[in-house]
C-alpha cells in the first residue's frame, strides 16, 4: 500500500490554489440526474470523492465526460434504479435516491458509508422522503424506495440542521407537487451554491430568515451550466500549515465571505492574515496564544476546521479548549497527536459557553490542549479525511520522518496534496511500502 514520508521541522511559505470544494461539487453531480437535459460544470476537483459521485450517476444511465476540470453530464434516461455494488461505499450514495425516485418512481442504494468519525444515520433522509409518499424496505444490501406518481411537497422541520438531509429535502422538493419547506435548514456555502444550480435548473426556491427554505415544485427541469466555489476547508487546511510551521501561505481563490469566522479565530490566536483580491494571505508573526472554539452549524466555527486548528493550536503558548457540537466522536485522532507529544485531554463534559445536544453522553466531544509542545515524528494510520489532513500538519512541525499510511483517504478528499506541498517547501515522497 501507498505511504506518504513527510520529513518535518519545515516552514512553509508560497502560494497555493485551492480547488474546487468536493463537498459541493458531488451534490451538483447528483443534481444532474433531475433532468433529461446536459448539465455543465465548472471547476470539478479530480479526486476520489468525485470519482465516487461519477460511478454512481453513470451507474443509473448518465454518460459523464470530462475536459480538465469541467464536468459534462447527460442523463437523457434512467438506465438503471440501483446504485448497490459500488466499487466504493459512500454517503453521497444517499441523495441519488430523490432524483431516482422523480425520474423512476424506484431508487435502490447501498447502506450509507464514509469517513469513521462516528454514525451518520440515515433516518432523516427516510424520515424525509417517507413524509413525501415514498415507501422503504431495507434490505442486507441497502435501502430501496418507491413512489406512486409524484412525490408530493410537505412541511419538514428538522431536530437538527443537517447538510444532508437539507440536500435531501431540496432534491425532493424541486419536482415534488405542491410547496416545501424546510424548517431549521442548513445554509452552509455549499448549500446556497445546490439552491442556485437548481434556480438554473428551472426551480423554484427561495432562502428565507431563520434557516428557512421554501420550494414550489415544478413538472420539469432542464439543463444549466454551474461553478463549483473554492473548497473553503483546503483553504484552512493550508491556513493551520501556515500557523503551525510559523511560516506564511497565500491561499489563492480563497473566499472572504466563507471564512469569516475562522479568520476571527486567526486574529484571536494571535495569527495573522491579509485578504487581497484573489485570495488571503495567513502567516506567523509573533507566534500564537491559547483560546476557546466551539464548532458549529454554518456561519459558526465549522467541525471540518477543528483537526487542522487542534495541531496549530499545540504550538501555541498557553492553553486552548475546543467544544465540538457537531460530532459525538470527532477526538479520536489526538490519541495519535499524544504519541507524538502532544498534551491533549478529552472530556465528557461540554466544556463551551451552551450546554450542546451532547451533554449527559457517554462521548467525549471536549478537548482541553497544552500548548508550546515539541512534536516528534511517527508511523500513522490515516483513518479519515479530516484526521488525514491533521497528522499531515502534524508531521509538517514534528521533528524527523513521519510515514503516513491509509493515504487513499487523502487522494479522496484532496486533489493534487503532494504538488501542492511541494510547491510550499516541503520534502514529501510517496512510497509503495
Same mark, same amino acid.
Given at each position: 500500500?501507498?505511504?506518504?514520508?513527510?520529513?518535518? %521541522?519545515?516552514?512553509?511559505?508560497?502560494?497555493?490554489?485551492?480547488?474546487?470544494?468536493?463537498?459541493?461539487?458531488?451534490?451538483?453531480?447528483?443534481?444532474?440526474?433531475?433532468?433529461?437535459?446536459?448539465?455543465?460544470?465548472?471547476?470539478?476537483?479530480?479526486?476520489?470523492?468525485?470519482? $465516487? &459521485?461519477?460511478?454512481?450517476?453513470?451507474?443509473?444511465?448518465?454518460?459523464?465526460?470530462?475536459?480538465?476540470?469541467?464536468?459534462?453530464? +447527460?442523463?437523457?434516461?434512467?438506465?438503471?434504479?440501483?446504485?448497490?455494488?459500488?466499487?466504493?461505499?459512500?454517503?453521497?450514495?444517499?441523495?441519488?435516491?430523490?432524483?431516482?425516485?422523480?425520474?423512476?418512481?424506484?431508487?435502490?442504494?447501498?447502506?450509507?458509508?464514509?469517513?469513521?468519525?462516528?454514525?451518520?444515520?440515515?433516518?432523516? +433522509?427516510? =424520515?424525509?422522503?417517507?413524509?413525501?409518499?415514498?415507501?422503504?424496505?431495507?434490505?442486507?444490501?441497502?435501502?430501496?424506495?418507491?413512489?406512486?406518481?409524484?412525490?408530493?411537497?410537505?412541511? $419538514?422541520?428538522?431536530?437538527?440542521?443537517?447538510?444532508?438531509?437539507?440536500?435531501?429535502?431540496?432534491?425532493?422538493?424541486?419536482?415534488?407537487?405542491?410547496?416545501?419547506?424546510?424548517?431549521?435548514?442548513?445554509?452552509?456555502?455549499?448549500?446556497?451554491?445546490?439552491?442556485?444550480?437548481?434556480?438554473?435548473?428551472?426551480?423554484?426556491?427561495?432562502? @428565507?430568515?431563520?434557516?428557512?427554505?421554501?420550494?414550489?415544485?415544478?413538472?420539469?427541469?432542464? @439543463?444549466?451550466?454551474?461553478?463549483?466555489?473554492?473548497?473553503?476547508?483546503?483553504?484552512?487546511?493550508?491556513?493551520?500549515?501556515?500557523? @503551525?510551521?510559523?511560516?506564511?501561505?497565500?491561499?489563492?481563490?480563497?473566499?472572504?465571505?466563507?471564512?469569516? &469566522?475562522?479568520?476571527?479565530?486567526?486574529?484571536?490566536?494571535?495569527?495573522?492574515?491579509?485578504?487581497? =483580491?484573489? %485570495?488571503?494571505?495567513?502567516?506567523?508573526?509573533?507566534?500564537?496564544?491559547?483560546?476557546? $472554539?466551539?464548532?458549529?452549524?454554518?456561519?459558526?466555527?465549522?467541525?471540518?476546521?477543528?483537526?487542522?486548528?487542534?495541531?496549530?493550536?499545540?504550538?501555541?503558548?498557553?492553553?486552548?479548549?475546543?467544544?465540538?457540537?457537531?460530532?459525538?466522536?470527532?477526538?479520536?485522532?489526538?490519541?495519535?497527536?499524544?504519541?507524538?507529544?502532544?498534551?491533549? &485531554?478529552?472530556?465528557?463534559?461540554?466544556?463551551?459557553?451552551?450546554?450542546?445536544?451532547?451533554?449527559?453522553?457517554?462521548?467525549? +466531544?471536549?478537548?482541553?490542549?497544552?500548548?508550546?509542545?515539541?512534536?516528534?515524528?511517527?508511523?500513522?494510520?490515516?483513518?479519515?479525511?479530516?484526521?488525514?489532513?491533521?497528522?499531515? $500538519?502534524?508531521?509538517?512541525?514534528?521533528?524527523?520522518?513521519?510515514?503516513?499510511?491509509?493515504?487513499?483517504?487523502? =487522494?479522496?478528499?484532496?486533489?493534487?496534496?503532494?504538488?501542492?506541498?511541494?510547491?510550499? @517547501?516541503?520534502?514529501?515522497?510517496?512510497?509503495?511500502?
Amino acid at each position: 500500500m501507498p505511504t506518504f514520508h513527510i520529513h518535518g %521541522g519545515q516552514v512553509l511559505r508560497g502560494t497555493v490554489e485551492l480547488s474546487g470544494a468536493k463537498n459541493a461539487a458531488s451534490k451538483m453531480m447528483i443534481a444532474s440526474l433531475l433532468t433529461d437535459e446536459p448539465v455543465v460544470i465548472d471547476n470539478v476537483p479530480r479526486q476520489e470523492e468525485t470519482g $465516487i &459521485t461519477q460511478e454512481i450517476v453513470e451507474r443509473v444511465g448518465s454518460r459523464v465526460s470530462w475536459d480538465d476540470h469541467q464536468a459534462i453530464l +447527460h442523463a437523457s434516461s434512467i438506465a438503471s434504479t440501483s446504485v448497490v455494488g459500488l466499487s466504493r461505499k459512500n454517503r453521497i450514495s444517499i441523495l441519488a435516491l430523490a432524483p431516482l425516485l422523480h425520474r423512476a418512481g424506484e431508487g435502490i442504494v447501498p447502506v450509507v458509508g464514509g469517513d469513521k468519525i462516528g454514525p451518520r444515520p440515515v433516518n432523516f +433522509h427516510v =424520515d424525509i422522503l417517507s413524509r413525501m409518499g415514498a415507501r422503504f424496505e431495507e434490505g442486507a444490501e441497502g435501502y430501496r424506495a418507491s413512489v406512486q406518481g409524484r412525490l408530493r411537497g410537505v412541511l $419538514i422541520e428538522l431536530p437538527y440542521p443537517s447538510v444532508g438531509a437539507t440536500e435531501t429535502a431540496m432534491l425532493a422538493g424541486v419536482l415534488a407537487q405542491g410547496r416545501t419547506v424546510i424548517r431549521n435548514a442548513a445554509i452552509e456555502p455549499e448549500i446556497i451554491e445546490l439552491v442556485k444550480m437548481l434556480q438554473k435548473m428551472g426551480a423554484i426556491i427561495e432562502v @428565507g430568515l431563520g434557516r428557512e427554505i421554501e420550494i414550489v415544485g415544478v413538472e420539469h427541469l432542464g @439543463g444549466c451550466r454551474a461553478r463549483v466555489i473554492p473548497d473553503r476547508i483546503e483553504a484552512v487546511s493550508y491556513a493551520c500549515m501556515a500557523l @503551525g510551521t510559523r511560516g506564511e501561505i497565500f491561499v489563492k481563490h480563497a473566499v472572504h465571505d466563507h471564512l469569516i &469566522t475562522f479568520l476571527n479565530t486567526v486574529r484571536r490566536m494571535g495569527g495573522a492574515y491579509e485578504v487581497q =483580491d484573489d %485570495g488571503i494571505l495567513f502567516k506567523t508573526v509573533n507566534g500564537l496564544r491559547g483560546i476557546e $472554539i466551539e464548532t458549529d452549524t454554518h456561519p459558526g466555527f465549522m467541525t471540518d476546521w477543528q483537526q487542522p486548528l487542534t495541531v496549530a493550536l499545540t504550538q501555541a503558548t498557553g492553553t486552548s479548549v475546543i467544544h465540538e457540537t457537531v460530532y459525538e466522536d470527532r477526538f479520536g485522532y489526538t490519541e495519535v497527536l499524544r504519541e507524538m507529544g502532544a498534551d491533549i &485531554t478529552l472530556f465528557n463534559n461540554c466544556l463551551g459557553e451552551i450546554p450542546c445536544r451532547f451533554r449527559g453522553m457517554n462521548c467525549r +466531544h471536549s478537548a482541553v490542549i497544552n500548548g508550546s509542545r515539541m512534536l516528534k515524528a511517527a508511523h500513522i494510520e490515516v483513518p479519515d479525511i479530516r484526521a488525514g489532513l491533521a497528522f499531515v $500538519i502534524a508531521a509538517l512541525v514534528a521533528d524527523g520522518t513521519s510515514v503516513l499510511s491509509g493515504i487513499e483517504h487523502l =487522494d479522496r478528499g484532496y486533489e493534487r496534496l503532494e504538488e501542492k506541498l511541494r510547491h510550499l @517547501g516541503v520534502s514529501i515522497e510517496r512510497k509503495s511500502d
